[in-house]
């Protein structure tokens, strides 16, 4: 009998270290010197992780994406970026859960200055710009690689006034897959225990270190390579407001492949 019971929580964990999940990573536009609480999600990016097939996708979802927000008065709908500011990362994950129709376990929320700080620590990160452009007079000249940390890192991550929410969401995810081919490399494994330090020190990370090992088979395999997504869409103007769209076919797609139902 004390097998049996041992065999089936051997069982259990084993399905829940195999269960999908998602992670969203939302990034507070609020500076060092204002509170997290009534700033707004500057950047929106999910994760999805399936742990059988050893697949990781991430989508960006443009924060001004108009969608029903049950934080704000009525269910009002507005950008999604609104959520943050009324009810913190709970209204964040809520609204992506209900515009997305999916279950989002885990949450991290960092602020501009995070960014900063983090690709400092490992060193810098690598990427390959996607445009050519000049933001806080840090320039970048398309298809030129770069290695980028601390306030330049910021600026590659923040613009988007003269491209569109899509690239900008491109570059953020050029720096997270940057950010852990770099923590993961055998000069950066030394760093691990600072960043960790760090993280729980300045972020709200609300995730279980366990999943972590459930993503490794997927990161042995992909490395950093991804599988990405794009929620396309268009800007429209509704009483003087600008919000972005969704294009309903692309919606249904992005609900598809981030569905995960507990």
């Not at 195999?18 to 507070?28: A, R, W």
């Not at 103007?237 to 992005?254: A, N």
Request: contains cysteine; aromatic residues 10%.
């Amino acid at each position: 009998m004390k097998k049996f019971i041992i065999s089936i929580i051997l069982a259990l964990v084993v399905l829940w270290f195999l269960k999908p999940f998602n992670i969203v990573i939302l990034g507070s536009d609020a500076r060092p010197w204002q509170p997290l609480k009534g700033s707004r999600s500057d950047s929106i990016m999910l994760i999805n992780v399936n742990p059988l097939l050893a697949k990781i996708k991430i989508v960006s979802i443009p924060r001004d994406s108009y969608t029903p927000i049950d934080c704000e008065k009525n269910g009002k709908t507005d950008k999604i970026t609104h959520a943050l500011a009324f009810g913190g990362s709970a209204c964040s994950v809520r609204a992506l859960e209900n515009m997305l129709n999916t279950k989002i376990q885990y949450h991290v929320l960092l602020r501009f200055e995070d960014v900063i700080n983090i690709t400092s620590l490992v060193g810098g990160v690598d990427i390959v710009s996607n445009h050519t452009f000049t933001q806080d007079n840090q320039s970048f000249v398309k298809g030129k690689s770069y290695t980028i940390e601390g306030e330049r890192a910021l600026a590659y991550a923040r613009h988007r006034k003269t491209d569109s929410d899509y690239k900008r969401g491109d570059r953020q995810k050029q720096i997270f897959s940057g950010l852990q081919k770099k923590i993961l490399s055998p000069s950066g494994l030394g760093k691990i225990p600072s960043i960790i330090s760090y993280c729980n020190q300045h972020m709200e990370i609300r995730f279980n270190p366990l999943r972590f090992i459930s993503m490794l088979p997927a990161i042995a395999i992909h490395g950093s390579n991804y599988e990405t997504f794009e929620l396309e869409g268009d800007g429209k103007m509704m009483k003087g407001v600008w919000y972005f769209i969704p294009d309903q076919d692309s919606l249904k797609k992005i609900k598809k492949e981030f569905k995960v139902w507990i």
